[in-house]
Nanobody, 113 residues
Framework: VRLVESGGGLVQPGGSLRLSCEASTNILSFGALAWYRQVPGKERELVAYITSNGLTSYADSLEGRFSISRDRTKNTMYLQMSNLKPEDTALYYC????????WGQGTQVTVSS
């Protein structure tokens, strides 16, 4: 049972990206799913999560710039990121909330001019 992240890349400040997290099985079977991010030398932090019944929550620091969603038909969760800032640069992971011990490889987001 795996979660695989994709969609990262290099983007200029103010730009947008959409990350994807594809589940190897029924995405609803995971319960609450979340996006996390980590910068080298810092602890991994929770970015946003979505519960099995569709409720969402975001880190206060995001100021409404990110949106989490899922497509049950594709067993995929998304993170739409807008108005990106250099401080959003990080390795982004998806996992359950609370997180399982097993983490994927993540997808790198770099915001730079």
């Amino acid at each position: 049972v795996r979660l695989v992240e994709s969609g990262g890349g290099l983007v200029q400040p103010g730009g947008s990206l959409r990350l994807s997290c594809e589940a190897s099985t029924n995405i609803l079977s995971f319960g609450a799913l979340a996006w996390y991010r980590q910068v080298p030398g810092k602890e991994r932090e929770l970015v946003a999560y979505i519960t099995s019944n569709g409720l969402t929550s975001y880190a206060d620091s995001l100021e409404g710039r990110f949106s989490i969603s899922r497509d049950r038909t594709k067993n995929t969760m998304y993170l739409q990121m807008s108005n990106l800032k250099p401080e959003d640069t990080a390795l982004y992971y998806c996992n359950t909330r609370p997180p399982r011990q097993l983490w994927g490889q993540g997808t790198q987001v770099t915001v730079s001019s």
